[in-house]
């Protein structure tokens, strides 16, 4: 079970740490990733990070200005959101997937969180 924490009101240039935490460890290595929804608009892929943390990947909407990171011994993961711009408003989740699973397509994520909204207002 995932829960991301972090979610709230940004002003345009803010910077936002989002948390994800892995309720329950059920000792299968997992592939972590961001995607966020906003309204309207479908869910899509924000970034990633293999079960080891040595490689990460990004959509483009986020390259230079997210960083995704994760703490294997607490089960975090985190996305660092900085100069936030008006369009990152959106409901983001963390999802995981079970190594060696590595991509960036929803199918291959089995465990979701619920969501934190991010808005970001100018």
């Known amino acids: 079970q995932l829960v991301e924490s972090g979610g709230g009101l940004a002003q345009v240039g803010d910077s936002l740490k989002l948390s994800c935490e892995v309720s329950e460890d059920d000792d299968i290595m997992h592939t972590m990733a961001w995607f966020r929804q906003a309204p309207g608009q479908d869910n899509e892929f924000v970034a990633r990070?293999?079960?080891?943390?040595?490689?990460?990947v990004y959509a483009d909407s986020g390259k230079g200005r997210f960083t995704i990171s994760r703490d294997n011994a607490k089960d975090i993961t985190y996305l660092l959101m900085s100069s936030l711009k008006l369009e990152d408003t959106a409901v983001y989740s963390c999802a995981a997937a079970p190594a060696p699973k590595y991509s960036s397509r929803q199918s291959d994520y089995d465990s979701w969180g619920q969501g934190t909204q991010v808005t970001v207002s100018s």
């Open positions: 990070i293999a079960w080891f943390g040595g490689d990460t």
